[in-house]
């Protein structure tokens, strides 16, 4: 028997997460360890709206991140960015809490925090433009906004943009720390892999204080971003035909090529907007990872068909979403910090 890290080595090449528009790999082989860290209900946070108001002498503090978002967003292959932005916003929050442990680089005392656990691995998006907003924010305001509410913001500011503001602008209570621990050995118990079945999607979200109902709207965030072809080769596997539209699957053969490097639209209908596509694509199974499939079985169908059909209903539910998971076990003066560096402690 290897140690326990030769364990994990070993996985890095068949496990890696895909929820929330990412490029990753994964492998349903594995048996996903069910052991999530159990979070407070995010109904209970110190946050508010309009935190920043008045802090920062005569300037918007959320103005200057959608700024700097905006900006890179609208560059080529900006999309992609902003989907990396909304994914980054979930993995922060479902490991260690809302806290921008997730920005966090490694150090000779900490050689492994989370950006390097096998669910983001080389898969993770946006830092750039966080390092931008906070040396924008910071010249004009001094250190007072917090990386965590820094990437809070620019998830929201993402979201609209991306959806071409069918989601419109809402507002993203503020007030959390950046936290201080950040490890790669946590990732894996916290992240939903793209290979769960319903019960598993429904427990993990449950930990973090997220409905059924909720777990569905996010994943409605699936409507834009890319995957590594790894992470659904068992669903277009030609000897073990899943329940995958044919077509897509053979299409999604021929692209592949069993390189599983390669990748490839999350939604081939509409590939860079966040819309209520993904859930026709539902429907239609035309979707890429078991965790998107499973939403078609009978306690689930009813809402991913009003997600489809309803226009405005699913955008209304993923802002409330998106609130509501930024609550999730946010940091406080008693045990965090505003950092200078958002990838660094002080």
């Known amino acids: 028997m290897g140690s326990e890290k030769q364990q994990i ?29 159990q979070s407070p209900a995010p109904g209970y946070s110190p946050l508010s709206e309009d935190y920043y108001k008045g802090k920062c002498y005569d300037h918007d503090v959320e103005l200057i991140v959608k700024d700097v978002v905006y900006k890179a967003l609208s560059e080529p292959y900006g999309r992609g960015i902003g989907a990396g932005l909304i994914r980054l916003f979930f993995h922060d929050c479902f490991v260690q809490g809302c806290d921008a442990s997730v920005l966090l680089d490694p150090t ?21 433009v ?6 924008a924010v910071n010249e004009k305001c001094g ?14 500011d993402a979201t609209v943009f991306l959806s071409k503001e069918r989601v419109g602008y809402f507002k993203m209570p503020a007030g959390r720390y950046d936290g201080k621990v950040s490890l790669a050995s946590e990732t894996i ?16 979200f449950k930990t973090k204080g997220l409905e059924t109902d909720e ?21 277009i596997n030609a000897s073990s035909p899943s329940d995958m539209e ?29 819309d209520r596509q993904y859930y026709k694509n539902v429907l239609n199974k035309k979707v890429l990872f078991q965790s998107d499939a499973v939403l078609s079985s009978g306690e689930t169908v009813g809402q991913v068909w009003l997600n489809a059909n309803w226009p405005g ?16 076990e946010v940091k406080t003066k008693d045990n965090g910090e505003i950092r200078k560096q958002c990838r660094s402690i002080n």
Not at 130 to 135: G, R, S, Y
């Open 108 to 128: 000779p005392t900490n050689p492994e925090p989370e950006k390097h656990g096998i669910p983001n691995r080389n898969s993770l998006r946006g830092f750039e």
């Open 9 to 37: 080595a070993g996985l890095a090449v068949v496990v890696a997460i895909a929820l929330l528009g990412c490029a990753c790999d994964a492998s349903p082989l594995f048996h996903y360890p069910m052991v999530p860290r």
């Open 130 to 135: 966080i390092d931008a907003i906070k040396k």
């Open 313 to 328: 209903l699913w955008e209304s539910r993923f802002k409330a979403a998106m609130v509501k998971m930024g609550k999730i």
């Open 215 to 235: 777990m569905v709207t996010l994943s409605g965030a699936h409507s834009i971003g890319i995957s590594r072809c790894s992470s659904f080769s068992d669903r």
């Open 189 to 204: 118990p916290n992240l939903p892999p793209p290979f769960a079945n319903l019960e598993t999607l429904k427990a993990m």
């Open 143 to 156: 250190n007072i906004v917090s990386c965590a509410d820094i990437l809070a913001f620019a998830a929201r």
């Open 246 to 274: 044919p077509g897509l699957a053979n299409e999604l053969r021929a692209k592949c090529n069993n390189q599983p490097s390669v990748t490839v639209d999350q939604d081939s209908v509409t590939p860079v907007d966040l």
